[in-house]
Every structure is written in structure tokens, then in C-alpha cells.
């Protein structure tokens, strides 16, 4: 099957800073079904023209959510798991066990995402393993890879906890 299920997974952008990164992500999140969330403050405007470019007639069927601060958007995500993604990180993010309704969250291309955050949970810091001495992935690069692995993760769980269904010639 090629075609992706339906899921409850989010991605979260914690203070963007680059318009195109952001309409990357947003086209992304279209095209994987997933919700995105913006928490500001932003480097860019929503109606910049560099984010419509990226995303490009993708953006009217985006499920878009924008937390005013980063107070905001976590009493938005209340209990639920989340997964932060950071070069801090030390955890490779293929060894996350990511489930269904988690979220993804990815900071600024200058600043990451804040220690604030990251100390909350360290366990679920995870970090995109890369060449050693390499400084970091693009933002919408790191996004699709941590997005489409949680995907894939998700799906393989579910296909363990799956009973094979009956044949009736088995009988």
C-alpha cells in the first residue's frame, strides 16, 4: 500500500524564523495529512509571499494552528507525548517509540527549540544522527525525516498488535 492512513500525529514549529522552511512544512503536512502548529514568535508573517511561494496551492488545505507563546501551545498539547527534536538531543530518533496522537516538535533554525522545553522531558529529546562535526539538518529537511519515520514507526506497530485474520480454508 502506497497511500497513507489516516493518523493523529502533529507537527509543531516552535518559534520559525524562515518563511520558505515553514511553506516546505506546511506542504509536508498536506501531503502526510498532518496537522501543523506554529507558536510565536515568528520571523515572518503569514501572509508573507515566501510562505505562499513554498507551499504553494497546498496552504488553503492546511490544518493550521497558531499558538500565540510557548504557554500557549503547551497548555494546548496538555498531557500528550510529545517528541522534540534537537541536535542537544541525544537519543537517535529511529530508537523513539513514537504512537499515534504524539507530537513532533522542532525549534528555529537559529536557536533550537528552548531548554525550558527540552528539560521538561528529557527522555523524549531525540536527535537526528548526522556525520560527526556536522552543525544541523535544515528545518524542513529534519521535519520530513522525523515526520515520515514516526509515520513508518507507528505503522509498524500497528501491524504487530494486529490479530491475522481467519482463513476459511485453514479449517
Given at each position: 500500500?502506497?497511500?497513507?492512513?489516516?493518523?493523529?500525529?502533529?507537527?509543531?514549529?516552535?518559534?520559525?524564523?524562515?518563511?520558505?522552511?515553514?511553506?516546505?512544512i506546511a506542504r509536508l503536512c498536506v501531503a502526510t495529512g498532518t496537522e501543523l502548529h506554529l507558536v510565536r514568535p515568528m520571523g515572518f508573517v503569514l501572509d508573507d509571499k515566501e510562505i505562499r511561494r513554498s507551499a504553494m496551492d497546498y496552504?488553503?488545505?492546511?490544518?493550521?494552528?497558531?499558538?500565540?507563546?510557548?504557554?500557549?501551545?503547551?497548555?494546548?498539547?496538555?498531557?500528550?507525548?510529545?517528541?522534540?527534536?534537537?541536535?542537544?538531543?541525544?537519543?537517535?530518533?529511529?530508537?523513539?517509540?513514537?504512537?499515534?496522537?504524539?507530537?513532533l516538535v522542532f525549534g528555529s533554525e537559529t536557536h533550537g527549540l528552548p531548554s525550558s522545553l527540552l528539560d521538561r522531558d528529557p527522555m523524549r529529546v531525540v536527535r537526528i544522527p548526522q556525520a560527526p562535526g556536522e552543525r544541523c539538518l535544515n528545518l524542513s529537511t529534519a521535519a520530513g525525516i522525523?515526520?515520515?519515520?514516526?509515520?513508518?514507526?507507528?505503522?509498524?506497530?500497528?501491524s504487530r498488535n494486529q490479530k491475522p485474520e481467519s482463513n476459511p480454508n485453514d479449517e
Open positions: 500500500m502506497t497511500d497513507l492512513q489516516p493518523h493523529n500525529l502533529k507537527v509543531a514549529l516552535v518559534h520559525p524564523q524562515i518563511a520558505p522552511n515553514t511553506g516546505n496552504w488553503p488545505r492546511l490544518r493550521l494552528r497558531v499558538h500565540d507563546d510557548l504557554t500557549a501551545f503547551l497548555s494546548h498539547v496538555g498531557d500528550r507525548r510529545m517528541w522534540m527534536f534537537s541536535t542537544k538531543g541525544t537519543r537517535p530518533h529511529w530508537r523513539a517509540d513514537f504512537h499515534d496522537g504524539d507530537w522525523g515526520l515520515y519515520e514516526a509515520l513508518r514507526d507507528r505503522r509498524k506497530s500497528e
